[in-house]
């Protein structure tokens, strides 16, 4: 099995953005976090991060016969992103969306997820944990 995680915009930016949200761990700890999970669990991992919706698009349509599933935070874009929703449905890779906060207890407008419909699964406010609920929901769900 083999894993695609996606990282939306300003998320290179953990452990400097808004801490009381999304904690004083860096991009580079997730990343580890998530490659010794995937190691324990013995399936491959690729992780990527990009502020620009369009290279998320590009990013899940280059997944299509290369993934078994997909984990992805598109930030921002989860409430903005028609685009990433029809490349997430035309792929059909599952996929499980991952928010760091709980966007629940947040601003009116993070109330909306355009990807949500297209997803198996959303994990929210469970810091870095949430990443790897999310894995083991794909590897139990394969």
Same mark, same amino acid.
């Given at each position: 099995?083999? *894993?695609? =995680?996606? %990282?939306?915009?300003?998320?290179?930016?953990? +452990?400097?953005?808004?801490?009381?949200?999304?904690?004083?761990?860096?991009? %580079? &700890?997730? =990343?580890?976090?998530?490659? %010794?999970?995937?190691?324990?669990?013995?399936?491959?991992?690729? @992780?990527?991060?990009?502020?620009?919706?369009?290279?998320?698009?590009?990013?899940?349509?280059?997944?299509? +016969?290369?993934? &078994?599933?997909?984990? @992805?935070?598109?930030?921002?874009?989860?409430?903005?992103?028609?685009?990433?929703?029809?490349?997430?449905?035309? =792929?059909?890779?599952?996929?499980?969306? /991952?928010?760091?906060?709980? /966007?629940?207890?947040?601003?009116?407008?993070?109330?909306?997820?355009? *990807?949500?419909?297209?997803?198996?699964?959303?994990?929210? +406010?469970?810091?870095?944990? +949430?990443?790897?609920?999310?894995?083991?929901?794909?590897?139990?769900?394969?």
């Amino acid at each position: 099995m083999k *894993i695609l =995680v996606l %990282n939306g915009p300003n998320l290179n930016l953990l +452990g400097v953005r808004e801490p009381d949200h999304y904690g004083n761990s860096t991009y %580079n &700890d997730l =990343v580890k976090l998530i490659k %010794n999970h995937c190691k324990i669990k013995k399936i491959g991992v690729a @992780i990527k991060q990009t502020n620009y919706e369009g290279k998320l698009v590009e990013m899940i349509q280059n997944a299509r +016969g290369k993934f &078994d599933g997909i984990v @992805i935070n598109p930030a921002a874009y989860t409430h903005t992103s028609v685009a990433i929703l029809d490349a997430v449905k035309a =792929v059909n890779i599952p996929c499980v969306e /991952v928010h760091i906060s709980n /966007v629940e207890e947040r601003e009116d407008f993070r109330q909306v997820s355009y *990807i949500r419909s297209a997803c198996k699964k959303t994990i929210t +406010g469970k810091g870095f944990d +949430g990443y790897l609920e999310a894995i083991d929901y794909l590897i139990e769900n394969r």
